[in-house]
């Protein structure tokens, strides 16, 4: 079992950054390939970013490749999403999620485990 809980969201203005990070619980969390995602009202949920349960690889939607750096710390237990130069498309509660297998998928079936999500709102 793993417990995933997310914090950092708030409301920022455009242009603006905001660090997300996702506390797991649980002694195998190098054992999952965690991402985030996130939902817009209205809207379906989205693959944002995910990262190998090394930390070696990433993989990033196109919408947010450049401005958003997803990072792990195993002996923390610990995934973090740096988010710079917001818009106000990117307004959505974000999740963490955390799967067991070993590519970075970007469908959320894959992932078992998730947040509670933090809302993240960005005005313009």
């Known amino acids: 079992q793993l417990q995933l809980v997310e914090s950092g969201g708030g409301l920022v203005q455009a242009g603006g950054s905001l660090r997300l990070s996702c506390a797991a619980s649980?002694?195998?969390?190098?054992?999952?390939?965690l991402a985030w995602f996130r939902q817009a009202p209205g809207k379906e949920r989205e693959s944002v970013a995910a990262?190998?349960?090394?930390?070696?690889?990433?993989t990033y939607a196109d919408s947010v490749k450049g401005r958003f750096t997803v990072s792990r710390d195993n002996a923390k237990n610990t995934v973090n999403l740096q988010m710079n130069d917001l818009k106000p498309e990117d307004t959505a509660v974000y999740y963490c999620?955390?799967?067991?297998?070993?590519?970075?998928?970007?469908?959320?079936?894959?992932?078992?485990?998730w947040g509670q999500g933090t809302q993240v709102t960005v005005s313009s």
């Open positions: 649980g002694r195998t969390f190098s054992s999952y390939t």
């Open positions: 999620a955390a799967s067991i297998y070993s590519t970075l998928a970007r469908a959320d079936v894959n992932y078992a485990y």
């Open positions: 990262i190998t349960r090394s930390g070696e690889r990433t």
